[in-house]
């Protein structure tokens, strides 16, 4: 009974004050630049705190397309966040490749990390992206698997470190 | 720093005066005290990016540090790749159009004009003068807004977060016009080969002029914010030297030539789309500084107004896109009462149009320099080749040549100031 | 642009101070001149036109490699020079051919080709000889293959519709 109310007060606190990291891609970023602007302002919904750092965010924006050199990079990123973690794929060719079907993009994020959120156009408008936390959040409060591997049922993936394993 | 003018630099003698108690008559270098300590002389090297704040975008800079001097910086681009050129080669000339204008993306309407220039060029096809008015009106507002972009990033690297609220803010006053006449906010396609997509909406052109008599107090309130700013002003000033000679022998073109002294702009010295039609002047700097650069930017904005507002007075009347239906769609209305409507719509549509076999190569002037579009037609419906000159991939070349020799802290200044966009470089 | 006549006296001059050879061809058409330039004169080309011509050329602003696959000799690679004195505009273009086309490079002549050279080396697998540093630029290091060639594959993934969604495996297949 205690824990239960304590998880939903956790993810009260969780959902409303989600720590983004910029991670501006291609032309997308601009958007996302645009939603801490001051017509948008995302500080509303508690996300206006754009952290530099993978360590001290919580939310990925995937803003762009994501290009075979820059998948790894990405990938590393979001490992080295904390859980719990959620990805919001902002954007046509994040979340599918979009138009550009050729030997350069990852045809869609979601080939090499759980994307949580989807957020469609190209780019999408910074309302689009704030209705997209906004359902982020809404999973959050009712979400109890915290950690990503729960929740897409991953367990085992983990990269194998040599030392310890 | 080495070899600037000593009092140029009063802010640094300051601080080193502070750090390295060396007060008196030393020759200003900022270096050669450190260069004097043996513990010093050892060279590192250190990884900014390509996920990094102050790199705009998915820039990664090798620097090798001596202290906290850089030595030597070298840029790894590529992050961004989309294989855009090669894409456009499995495209119709008219859908090409939406891949380039993906390519530098806060200058959208420039890489669509260079493309439908240089198509247009091939198809030997006139545009009519109000669709080129049109173009230019549009354009200079891009470059409005491109340069505002740049400016309020560049300023958030340097501390300045105001000035981020500010830009996005008139920014997005640029924007909702862009939305009005072609329904995006960015990447609007509205520059068709042989013309504009649509014609201004009514409505418009108030919207316009509001903005128009907005916009100079807003540069008022920028340039009262910046340039009077102490710390803003000792950042750029005398900072990423380029000398003119070395800025033309790498290419650099846009305002970061302009800013040593070099008045090359496209627009006036080989004009087009009526570009000869305008008046207006080409803002120039003294030392190739990164406070030149800001300075520019700043009065190439305002210059844009003036062209903006020209244009809406002189804008002819006519077509707004050229009447040879083997380019253009045939107008809607027409659809339900013509055959051969129909079919020129069903053609173009389904095949596109076919370019006769040739190449050129046609440059204009986006908010960062000398943007050239190479486009080889081997006479089907789709290019065989289509290349950009893009002026960031260029202008990136000079970085280690700005920030040599100089703190890590003014080197943040020069990529600020240099304003590269990765989407541009890598394409 | 020089006009037919202004390009045809820029070849008589490049062909009576390095030899015939070097020249191959002129050709202008809607308003942009083109001199072909043999690969081996590449570099004595630009160098006369850059210097020793009596109106000089001496910026580049492009360098663009072109691969004309059913064409021979397959490459092309053009170098479109600006004058930024009299606004003039000249493209010379050379073509070579074989899997591995070698040029020289001009990088002591014009600085600003540094990235370009390598941007054709990673796209067209062009390499330019004596270039300090002749590596990839835009793909990974380790990428294999030259990917704006036209013989080389899109690649990317087929759009699934109902018509065709079961030819292609899934994710989770
Ligand atoms: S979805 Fe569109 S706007 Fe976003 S990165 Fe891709 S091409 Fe650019």
Redesign the pocket.
Known sequence: MLTTRLDKVLNWGRANAIFPATFG?????I?MMSVVSPRYDIARFGAEAMRASPRQADMLIL???VSIKMAPVVRRLYDQMLEPKWVVS??????SG???SNYAVVQGADKFLPVDVYVP????RPEALIYGIMKLQDKIMGDKAMGWRERYQAEGTGEVEPGIA | MTDQDPLAVPYRERERSVTMERMGDQPVSGTDALLEDERHEELFTLNIGPHHPATHGVLRLLTTLEGEVVRDIKPIVGYVH?GIEKSCEDQQYWKVITFVE?MD?LAYYFNATAYCMSVERLLDEEVPPRAQYLRVIHMELNRIASHLFALATGALDLGAITMLWWGCRDRDLVLDLFEMSSGQR??PRYIQVGGVFEDIPPGWEKKVREFLAIMPTRLDQYEDLLDRNEIWLERLKGTGVISQERALELGVTGPLLRATGHPWDLRKAMPYSSYEQFEFDVPVGHFGDNYDRFKVRMDEMRESLKIVEQGLDGLPEGRYITSNRKVALPPRHELATSMEALIHHFKLVTEGFRVPPGETYVAIESPRGELGCYVLADGSAKPARLHMRDPSFVNLQSLPDMARDSLIADFIACVAMLDPIL?GIDR | MPDATGLELIAQRIRSSLGDEAVTGTSYSRGQATLDVAPAAVYDVLAYLSKGDEEPWRRLMSLHGVDYLPAEPRFGVHYQLLSMERCDRLNVRTRIGGDEPHLPTVIDLFPTVDYQEREVYDMFGVVFDGHPDMRRILLPEDYTGYPQRRDFPMGGEPVLFTFNENQYPRWYD
């Open positions: 891609l291609a032309c997308c970023a958007e803003s762009g397309r902002m954007g046509a060719c994040s979340s979009g138009m550009f156009g190209c780019p999408p | 989309t993906r993306y960015m990447h989407g």
